[in-house]
């Protein structure tokens, strides 16, 4: 049995895709690797099918029309065998330690017979440029080293949540949550880091920095100046995850998960008002403030936590060009800490 299935969704990628190939085979045998190839002009797909042929056991070529990074991680999830499912950008890597250690806590649960729905590890940007990293640790949110549930995860805090570099979950739990990211859409991490989390009941938490995502290329979709032009995705999962749960439902059952839930959506609504905020226009104004009426139809509790109780009420509580320095300002600083460019 392979223990973990990783997906590695490439897009013109032949100029880094092997060293974040290169960092997974050292999983050996434990490890799956689907590398899809997205409609690439380059040499991506010739290199993922060497891998292919050279691993048989190991790595999986699949080829798709162009459908952007989420169809790459549902190719992953539809195709994988492993007990667990992570995704590996093409430009980003593994640590062989910490993956080391990560398959090590695999089959120590397994032997006692007492695996959980979701492993959480750490993640660390590197920023290639300057030889500098921030690494994003959960030490003060979730316990270290045990099994646990949502009601021993503490709060989390200012713009602190789980992304998709630190998540595994388990490949039956992402298939019986109906995950499906939708296609050429940038951001969809957000929504692989939040819809299945109402099926994950038992957690893991293994304080080491395995995943290492790569700082640095001026295309990249956390660059400010990428904003402006992908406004529209951004409100398009904001929308998705808004809509995906009725977490006044989820509180009555599982306050912890409910609060948390709501806390990710009110960060994700300010990195939203961001977007529109970047490089403002009368056709964003009008595109946020119809987003904002879609949630408010949908669920108007969510609609009030979000615009007034919540991380984007200083843009209305304050006048339009103040609130608007306020949030792009954060951003700034919140990047610079981080190095995101």
């Known amino acids: ?61 699949v080829h798709q029309e162009n459908g952007g990074h989420g169809e790459g991680v549902n190719q992953g999830i539809r195709h994988g065998t492993g007990l667990y499912y992570k ?22 649960h397994m032997a006692e017979n007492s695996l959980p729905d979701l492993y959480v590890t750490n993640f660390v940007y590197e920023h290639v440029e300057d030889n500098t990293a921030f690494t994003r640790k959960f030490t003060k949110n979730m ?77 990249q979709s956390v660059n400010m100046s990428v904003f402006a032009k992908r406004t529209e995705q951004q409100n398009r999962v904001m929308k998705i995850m808004a809509e995906a749960y009725d977490i006044r439902e989820i509180k009555k059952t599982n306050p912890r ?9 009110a960060c994700l609504m300010i990195v939203t008002l961001t977007f529109t905020l970047a490089e403002p226009s009368k056709e964003k104004y009008a595109a946020l403030k119809s987003l904002w009426k879609d949630i408010k139809k949908k669920d108007k509790w969510l609609h009030g936590k979000l615009k007034y109780r919540s991380y984007p009420a200083i843009y209305y ?4 060009p103040i609130g608007r320095a306020a949030i792009v300002g954060g951003y700034k600083i919140t990047a610079k800490k981080v190095k995101l460019g």
């Open 317 to 320: 509580y304050l006048p339009r």
């Open 87 to 108: 995704v590996v950008d093409s430009d980003d890597w593994v640590d062989a330690a910490s993956l080391a250690e990560v398959i090590a806590t695999i089959k120590r």
């Open 1 to 61: 049995m392979k223990l973990i299935t990783f997906a590695v969704p490439s897009y013109n990628s032949e100029a880094y895709m092997r060293n974040c190939i290169d960092s997974i085979l050292v999983g050996g045998e434990d490890v799956e690797i689907i590398i899809v190839n997205d409609g690439s002009k380059d040499g991506t797909a010739a290199i993922a099918d060497e891998y292919a042929a050279k691993y048989p056991t190991i790595c999986k070529a």
């Open 257 to 265: 998960l409910a609060k948390y839930m709501l806390h990710t959506l």
């Open 143 to 219: 316990p270290t080293g045990k099994f646990f549930g949502w009601d021993e995860v503490k709060k989390f805090k200012g713009s602190s949540v789980l992304l998709m570099h630190s998540l595994m979950y388990k490949l039956d739990v992402l298939r019986e949550s109906g995950l499906e990211l939708p296609k050429h859409t940038f951001y969809v991490d957000n929504i692989f880091a939040y819809v299945p989390l109402p099926f994950v009941k038992k957690m893991y938490y293994i304080d080491t920095d395995l995943y290492r995502y790569y700082i640095g290329r001026a295309d």
